[in-house]
């Protein structure tokens, strides 16, 4: 069974920082690409970053500000976000696609307010 585990998630000032970590089982997850998308309240899923091999990807909101990485090892993914902006404030997720479904975690909640 696909099991995706986020935490890390905070309460924080504008201009901080958090580590969100997402923990996997069920597949594995050194083939796959691994996915950070995040949900306002009241909004859409906005995609965050990806992680493949041979690739990195960020949204332009985030980018030069987040860093997303993989611990294969502990089959683990990471996004380290720094100089956080109140427009940050979402419910973050990692998601991975198998085939032809599409896994997501239970989401971790950031909030960036003074």
């Known amino acids: 069974e696909v099991q995706l585990v986020e935490s890390g998630g905070g309460l924080v000032q504008p201009g901080g920082s958090l580590r969100l970590s997402c923990v996997a089982s069920?597949?594995?997850?050194?083939?796959?690409?691994m996915s950070w998308v995040r949900q306002a309240p009241g909004k859409g899923p906005e995609w965050v970053s990806t992680?493949?091999?041979?690739?990195?990807n960020y949204a332009d909101s985030v980018k030069g500000r987040f860093t997303i990485s993989g611990d294969n090892a502990k089959k683990t993914l990471y996004l380290q976000m720094n100089s956080l902006k109140p427009e940050d404030t979402a419910a973050y997720y990692c998601?991975?696609?198998?085939?032809?479904?599409?896994?997501r975690g239970q989401g971790t909640q950031v909030t960036v307010s003074s």
């Open positions: 992680i493949s091999t041979y690739r990195i």
């Open positions: 998601n991975v696609q198998i085939g032809s479904k599409e896994y």
């Open positions: 069920g597949f594995s997850f050194s083939s796959y690409t």
